[in-house]
Structures are given as C-alpha cells and as structure tokens.
C-alpha cells in the first residue's frame, strides 16, 4: 500500500473516505482559501467517485438482482428451483463478495464451489473488517488466490484447472453458478496445450502494449483458450449453467466480459490473425500459438448452438448503475450534474484532448456573455467531430450544452461525468496505468491551452479532473487513479518535476507519487468490484 504524505486512503472498514492530515507548511499554496477550495474539490470528487464503487459492490448488487423463497432462486423475474444441487464457480475481482453473497442465500441447497480471486484480497478484507465480502468459516467454496497485478501466473492456472475439474464432474439434473467480474480474465487462464502460460502471457502484453483494446485482447485470448470462449459452459454441460455478470466492458457485450467463458464464440481464427497483423505482431508470435491458429477452427453450427440452450446469462452490474448513482451523489452535495457517456474508449491521448476540450467547452458557455471568449460553436465542432473519431455513439453533448446554459444563469457549480476503459500504448519503462496516465495527459493539455482561459473566469471558476478505476487498481501499481487541473503542470516544475518526461517515460504512478506530496493521486486499494472506469469533470462556481 503506498503510504506517501498527503495521501487518501480509503478504509473499508466504514466505506469513508478519511483523509490524512495535511501539513500546510510543506504545501506552497498561496492562501488559507486556496488551500480550503482545493481540498473541498477533491473531497467532493473522492465523494462522487465512493458513491460509484458503492453502487457496484457485490453485495448490494447480487442482493438487488437475486432472491431465494425456500426452494424456488428468483433472478430478475427468471426463476430457477434449487433442490440441494447448487455448485458455485467464480473468477474476478469482485467474486469474492459475490460468492459470500451467494452463499449466504443457498444456504444447504449449495454443494460445492471454486473461485479464482486476486492475490492479498482475503486478507486486505479481513483486516478491514468486511465479514459481509468473506466466506463463511465453514464455506463449502474453495478460494484460490493469484493473478498478481492483473496478470495470469502459476497460482491462476491451478485455480482454473481446479474449476474445470468442477465443472466436468456435473450432471444433467445439477445446477452450476457461475459468477463473473472483470479481471476474470487473468484469473481463469487454460491455454490450449502445446501453448503455455508464459506464452500466452507474452501474446497478451504484445497486443496491450500496442494499444490493444480490450475486445481485441478477449479476441485472440478466446482462441488461445479451453475454458474462455464458451468452454467453460462446453466442460458444464448439460448441467444448467446461470452465469452472474458484474460487466467491466463497453457495451455490455457478453462475449467479451472475462472473454465470454459461458457465451457461443461466434469469431474465429481469422478475427484473431486480422488483430495480430494489424499490430504487426504475426511473425513473432511464439510457434506454439501459430501451431494453434493454423488448425483449422470449428464451424458455429445448429448442434453447437443447441448445447448453448442450458445457459442463461444475467448482467448484475455495470458501470451505467455507477455512474447513476455518482450522478445522484454529486448532485445531492450542490451540482448541476450530467452523465455525457458511459462508452469513453480509445488511446489515452486522444481521450486527454476531449476532455481538455470539454473543460474549455464549459468555460466558454459559462463566459458566453464575455465578448473576449465566444468560441462555443467553434469548440462544440471540434468536440463532435473527436466524438466521431473515437466512434462514442452514447455521448450526449447537447444535454451538457443545456446543463452549462443553466449554470451560466443560476451560477451553480457543475459536475459532468462519464465512464469507460481507455487504453495506452507504451513507448517507456516506466510503472503507470491508464487513469494516472489520462490525468497527465489532461494536465499537459490544459496547460497548452491556458493561455485561452480568460483570467477572470479562472478566478470565478474552480476545476479539477477526476478518473479512476473502480477496482482500485490502475494497471500494476497501487493507486486507482489521479486528479487533474489547469496549475497541475507549472506547480509540478516548481517542484522540479517534468511532467513531459513521466510521460514520454509511461512513468505516471512515480510522479503522482512524487509530486504535490502525493495528494493528487488516489489510493483506494482492492475495492473488490470492477465495472470499468469513472471520470468527472467539477466546475465549482466560487463567490468573488
């Protein structure tokens, strides 16, 4: 756990966010107010970005969407008897909570049970005091820790053959749950014999360095796979499979969620060798995994989508229900407050752009009455047309527009947010994740177009720039995400930082965690649910 001063901390021992003391001799701010709108900003958008984890644990979710009267399991009005023959498999960074949910409502009915978690996850919750995320001491389920940094190793492969083991011993009459979060994929990893996990693992950060989305990366897992892809419903059958799904993917798309192990495959090795080519990765790909695409794929046919008929898949939660529930928090603490997309996707780069583009957006409606800064249409022009080239059909900027209007009027401050999974292309050594890196790249653009920010408007107007991963994990480190903001870059030098080099190096976790005494990078730890991304954009009106 990274324990720089100034840090937050999220303690999940009350799901409050406690701040640590701060000492404001070793922070160069000019005044008493400063200091005082600065932490009130981020301690609204720590609030926000709670209620959004909050909306999406385990528990509250599974008990929204699930209901048991003696033997009759009820599942979003789908309902499924339950007669002592209930076995339970999981993998994912929030199956954990699922499964102990799970156990609490099968009570005798549940046999037997195997889930792959995250590494340390147990414990971290154990001494947080969160009994109601942890199995019973008496527990019927088999949990199996590993992936450590999001990565398949040794102890997931043991996990994921323990769970095929499971499932192939069911029968017809027998009942399987399977629950599904996102990281599923580095915790149910059976890659196809001659290909081992080491090359497996090596195809995988190949596709993400290049800046792979993450469909693309469940494409070509799927098909290097056993028990992705549909192979784990396959291993079922026929036993009834009912698939439990907290989704970490743009669109909700089943198929790409842990990489579809209970959904018909309906792509073949072709997709898979036009998503190697594209990233030019083809020929240096290990011969084991050429062994494995040159054979030749089976046909989806009428039988194949027959075995399928045992399965049904429910969606539990998804990061629509966070940011909704973000939305209500953020309006409850004063602002105006507008969800712009939950589908925000593409390089890290371009993403940057659009939101530095929103903000300056914003300013420019707010000052509309200003003759020194009337570029609304110009700015609308340009944000749509990076909406179409980052092809994000849900985002919703005319909603925004009328939002501003009215905060222009009422001067109420604004909250505009937005969700999704962006992605980087490495070109340094350096230890970062998407969210610190997005927050730097925002940082950069804004101090680029500053000098665009009339001064008077600065004064009036507070902001600051928000994402996070809601698993608590921002790539291999210990933060989930990081703020941003207009003075983030030149205080940053006056510390002797540059902040162009941390990036060029993809180093972001160093210099959250170097710069500003570390208050502008957010520490939650494993939070034990996942459902992508959250970003928001505080606009606080401040009285001159």
Known sequence: MVTAFGRYLWLHSNNRLIYKTWNLKRLHLHSASVINKEMALRQH????????INAVLPQNMMKKNISIEGDRLMIQNQCFPVHKNVSLVGFGKAVLGMAAVMEEILGDHLLQGAISIPLGIQRILCE??????????????QAMEGARHNLPDENALKAANTIRHLVEGLAADDLLFVLISGGGSALLPAPIPPITLEEKQYVTKQLAAKGATIQELNTVR??????KGGGLARAAYPAQVVSLIMSDIIG???EFIASGPTVLNLQSKDDCHKILSKYNLLLSMPESVKEVLSQSSM??????????????????????????????????????????????????RTVAKLYSLLIRYAYSVLAAASSKYVHVSKLKDEILQMVVNLELPDFQLDGCLKLLEEAQSSKKSICLLAGGETTVQLQGKGKGGRNQELALHVALELHSAKSKFPQDLLTKHEVIFLTAGTDGQDGPTEAAG???YCELVDKAFAEGLNTEDFVNNNDSFTFFNKFNNGMDQIVTGLTNTNVMDVQAIIIQYNEI
């Open 45 to 52: 958008g720590l609030q926000i970005f709670q209620a959004a």
């Open 128 to 141: 947080a005091g969160k009994e109601d995320m942890l199995l019973k001491p008496n527990t019927k389920i």
């Open 222 to 227: 799927k098909m290097l796979s056993v028990l």
């Open 252 to 254: 909700d798309n089943l």
């Open 299 to 348: 046909k989806v046919d009428k039988e194949e989508i027959q075995t399928f008929a045992h399965v049904c898949n429910f969606i539990v939660g998804s990061n629509a229900v966070a940011l909704e529930e973000a939305k209500h928090k953020s309006e409850s603490l004063g602002y105006n407050t507008y969800v712009l997309s939950t589908a925000v996707s593409g390089d890290v």
């Open 482 to 484: 990081a703020f941003a």
